[in-house]
C-alpha cells in the first residue's frame, strides 16, 4: 500500500503563487509516474502535471508555462510550483501516483482558491 499526503494549499490573489507538495510513503515501486490532478466544483477530475522517475514531464495545456512538477526521488515526493495563478485555477489538487503494476493511488487533496 502507498499513502500520499499533500500539503501547500491555500488563498491566494490572482497572479500569486503557490507551492503544493506530497510526500508518498509505504511500499513505493523503484518506478512510477507521479503527478497532479484538480477537481473544480461541478467539473471532472482533469490532468495537470505528471513526471516519471526519469523526469520526464507532462501539463495540461493550461498551466504550461506557468506551473512547473519537479520530483525528489530519494525523498519519494513531488512539487507543483503554481506561479501567475488565476482564478480559474481554482479546485481541490490531488496527488497521484501510478506504479509499475499500473495501480492508482491519490492523496486526499488540498484546496487551491484563487480570487481577489
Known amino acids: 500500500q502507498v499513502q500520499l499526503v499533500e500539503s501547500g494549499g491555500g488563498v491566494v490573489q490572482p497572479g500569486g503563487s503557490l507551492r503544493l507538495s506530497c510526500a508518498a510513503s509505504?511500499?513505493?515501486?523503484?518506478?512510477?509516474?507521479m503527478g497532479w490532478y484538480r477537481q473544480a466544483p461541478g467539473k471532472q477530475r482533469e490532468l495537470v502535471a505528471t513526471?516519471?522517475?526519469?523526469?520526464?514531464?507532462n501539463y495540461a495545456e493550461s498551466v504550461r508555462g506557468r506551473f512547473t512538477i519537479s520530483r525528489d526521488n530519494a525523498k519519494n515526493a513531488v512539487y507543483l510550483q503554481m506561479n501567475s495563478l488565476k482564478p480559474e485555477d481554482t479546485a481541490v489538487y490531488y496527488c497521484?501516483?501510478?506504479?509499475?503494476?499500473?495501480?492508482?493511488?491519490w492523496g486526499q487533496g488540498t484546496q487551491v482558491t484563487v480570487s481577489s
Open positions: 497521484n501516483l501510478i506504479d509499475i503494476r499500473s495501480t492508482a493511488y
Open positions: 509505504g511500499s513505493i515501486s523503484r518506478f512510477s509516474v
Open positions: 513526471t516519471t522517475t526519469r523526469s520526464i514531464t
